[in-house]
């Protein structure tokens, strides 16, 4: 499975962005998918995760960011609206990918992008 982020860019506060991820590969053993985000200093976190239909949110873009995915055509988006400068960071996409095997029947692997860097202005 491969992920590849598109969409980010230098937006300022109050705008929208929408990133895009395209999969590739292998995709029928995704089970979720989601958005992470790395600020300057700060560890890798959740932002939107989605799976089975159901979404959650980090707490701090709830009402503001929206996970979508379109599993014909492999492609996941995250719909950020109200940006702020504190929603600046890298951010990756992210798939849970379980490749079972009689032995390890809940093998699985996790696949990332190579992260979009989305800058919010003040």
């Known amino acids: 499975v491969q992920l590849v982020e598109s969409g980010g860019g230098s937006v300022q506060a109050g705008r929208s962005l929408t990133l895009s991820c395209a999969v590739s590969?292998?995709?029928?053993?995704?089970?979720?998918m989601g958005w992470y985000r790395q600020a300057p200093g700060s560890q890798r976190g959740l932002v939107a995760g989605i799976s089975g239909g159901a979404s959650n949110y980090e707490d701090s873009v709830k009402g503001r960011f929206t996970i979508s995915r379109d599993h014909a055509k492999n492609l996941l988006w995250l719909h950020m609206s109200r940006l702020k400068p504190e929603d600046t960071a890298v951010y990756y996409c992210?798939?849970?990918?379980?490749?079972?095997?009689?032995?390890?029947?809940?093998?699985?692997?996790?696949?990332w992008g190579q992260g979009t860097l989305v800058t919010v202005t003040s």
């Open positions: 590969g292998s995709t029928s053993g995704i089970n979720a």
């Open positions: 992210y798939a849970h990918v379980t490749i079972p095997t009689a032995e390890h029947p809940n093998n699985f692997f996790e696949a």
